[in-house]
């Protein structure tokens, strides 16, 4: 287990022959400066920049996005099952996996009742999970 920083954490795991790199993100909120996010998207490009090919990623935790119900040319990354509206940090977060060729899980498959992970306020949103 490593801890990057106070918003990242990596375990490596191995699962039969496999070995698979689990990373706990906590990106930051909406409305938090664009420097911040920045940064930690940086550090998202190093983590799994730095993971050997021959591993599997998993990303999980909350990345404070919403990349929508519409694929709007992410081909190959969002599956098209999505969840509500998609947001600027939904656009940053499926930038983030075409350039390091992670999917985001959730969105390839279709499901009757979608589980919202947040409702507050009249807003709901579910949680996105990214896999190379």
Same mark, same amino acid.
């Given at each position: 287990?490593?801890?990057?920083?106070?918003?990242?954490?990596?375990?490596?795991?191995?699962?039969?022959?496999?070995?698979?790199?689990?990373?706990?993100?906590?990106?930051?909120?909406?409305?938090?400066?664009?420097?911040?996010?920045?940064?930690?998207? *940086?550090?998202?490009?190093?983590?799994?920049?730095?993971?050997? @090919?021959? #591993? &599997? =990623? !998993?990303?999980?935790?909350?990345?404070?996005?919403?990349?929508?119900?519409?694929?709007?040319?992410?081909?190959?990354?969002?599956?098209?099952?999505?969840?509500?509206?998609?947001? *600027?940090?939904?656009?940053?977060?499926?930038?983030?996996?075409? @350039?390091? #060729? &992670? =999917? !985001?899980?959730?969105?390839?498959?279709?499901?009757?009742?979608?589980?919202?992970?947040?409702?507050?306020?009249?807003?709901?949103?579910?949680?996105?999970?990214?896999?190379?």
């Amino acid at each position: 287990m490593k801890r990057v920083n106070e918003r990242i954490t990596c375990l490596k795991v191995l699962i039969g022959d496999k070995l698979v790199t689990c990373i706990c993100a906590y990106a930051p909120q909406t409305g938090r400066s664009a420097e911040e996010k920045d940064s930690f998207c *940086a550090q998202m490009i190093s983590v799994t920049g730095s993971t050997p @090919a021959s #591993e &599997l =990623i !998993v990303v999980g935790g909350d990345l404070n996005d919403h990349v929508g119900t519409n694929v709007d040319g992410y081909d190959g990354v969002h599956g098209g099952y999505g969840f509500g509206e998609r947001n *600027a940090d939904g656009e940053r977060i499926l930038e983030f996996c075409d @350039a390091m #060729e &992670l =999917i !985001v899980m959730n969105t390839y498959f279709q499901r009757q009742n979608k589980l919202a992970t947040y409702v507050s306020g009249g807003t709901v949103s579910a949680t996105d999970y990214l896999l190379l």
